[in-house]
């Protein structure tokens, strides 16, 4: 990837970024068609989103804008990587939600399916909560890792078994400002 196509970085790679997976185009498109189908399955309810931090912030910051119509966000951290980029397989609750959920209509936002342990855990958290009902949307989900009968609500799109960095993904803290997708190399 030349530095032109990455022109609208807010900074230069340093070298450690590679194959470009989205493009920030491609993300702002995406964004737009999930939030509006979002919108139309919601049916007059009020979504209320639960953006699971830090890695889904800018993503859902973005989807929340493109719902025409009333939705609220709330937002919960867990740890299951530390700053290592493979799964310790331990997702532990580090922030809990604000408000109850009893009656809500939620949508858990992710940044990246991988394994699918940090939403399946997620999912049945919330669910002892009694939502009125539960779905789940991802901005990306890594092919092939997930149990074959593991379905996602909302998918933004598909990437190969590649870290990846990017748009509120990191690694170890750094790079969540890209405004792309792109492969870590480092
Ligand atoms: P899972 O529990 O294996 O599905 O992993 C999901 C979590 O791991 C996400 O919430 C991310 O925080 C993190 N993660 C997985 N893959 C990546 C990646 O390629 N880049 C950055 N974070 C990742
Ligand atoms: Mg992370």
Redesign the pocket.
């Known amino acids: 990837m030349t530095n032109s196509t990455r022109s609208n970085s807010v900074f230069p790679a340093e070298g450690d970024i590679g194959e470009m997976y989205v493009t920030e185009e491609q993300i702002q498109n995406r964004v737009r068609e999930l939030g509006a189908q979002i919108a139309a399955d919601c049916d007059g309810q009020v979504p209320l989103l639960v953006a699971?931090l830090k890695?889904s912030v800018i993503f859902a910051a973005d989807l929340m804008r493109a719902i025409a119509g009333p939705v609220e966000i709330d937002f919960m951290a867990v740890s299951?990587?530390g700053d290592a980029?493979e799964?310790s397989g331990v997702?532990k609750i580090v922030k809990d939600l604000d408000s109850s959920i009893l009656g809500r209509d939620v949508i858990l936002i992710?940044?990246?399916?991988?394994?699918?342990?940090?939403?399946a855990y997620l999912v049945d958290h919330l669910a002892g909560q009694q939502p009125a009902s539960l779905k789940t949307c991802s901005l990306l989900v890594?092919e092939g890792?997930q149990a074959p009968d593991y379905k996602v609500d909302y998918v933004g799109f598909e990437i190969p078994p590649?870290?990846?960095?990017g748009y509120g993904?990191?690694?170890a803290q750094r790079y969540r400002n890209l405004p792309y997708i792109a492969a870590?190399t480092g």
């Open positions: 699971i890695g299951s990587y980029t799964s997702v992710e940044d990246i399916i991988d394994s699918g342990l940090t939403m890594r890792q590649a870290f990846v960095v993904l990191d690694v870590y």
